[in-house]
């Protein structure tokens, strides 16, 4: 797993790169949720943000702001099934950058599968 900021100058917004790599065979209507550390800090909670897809990883564009740490995007997985292992690689706009130069610490992936029943499931979970 991997999380870096395009522009690292301290307290400004810049493109959070995020890469990782599923244990499970992901589906079709999968999420994924991103908990970033503390120190990064998100836009409002509700709001909107842009996600940039890079490699043809996912066809995403857009994600919400959950709560103040946590990134959820809906519909991830726009395919009949990404089998494992396979590697995600995104950017998230909007993000502001900690205070220090310090590493912002550590983040937490978590990805789920929407049954018919119309409840997430967790597929996998990194740290």
């Excluded at 836009?43 to 995403?60: F, N, Q, W, Y």
């Excluded at 292992?85 to 706009?93: D, E, I």
């Excluded at 205070?99 to 740290?127: E, H, P, Q």
Aim: no cysteine; glycine share 4%; proline share 5%.
């Amino acid at each position: 797993m991997k999380m870096y900021p395009l522009i690292t100058t301290v307290q400004i917004k810049s493109l959070l790169y995020i890469e990782f790599i599923t244990e499970h065979n992901l589906y079709n209507e999968g999420s994924v949720e991103i908990i970033v550390p503390p120190l990064l800090k998100l836009p409002a909670v509700d709001s909107k943000i842009d996600v940039t897809p890079l490699e043809g990883s996912t066809r995403a564009k857009e994600a919400f702001i959950k709560d103040e740490f946590t990134v959820r995007i809906e519909n991830f997985v726009q395919v009949e099934v990404n089998e494992a292992p396979f590697t995600y690689k995104f950017g998230l706009s909007g993000i502001e950058n900690q205070i220090s130069a310090k590493d912002a610490g550590a983040f937490t992936i978590t990805t789920y599968y929407r049954n018919s029943d119309g409840i997430d499931y967790v597929v996998d979970t990194s740290k």
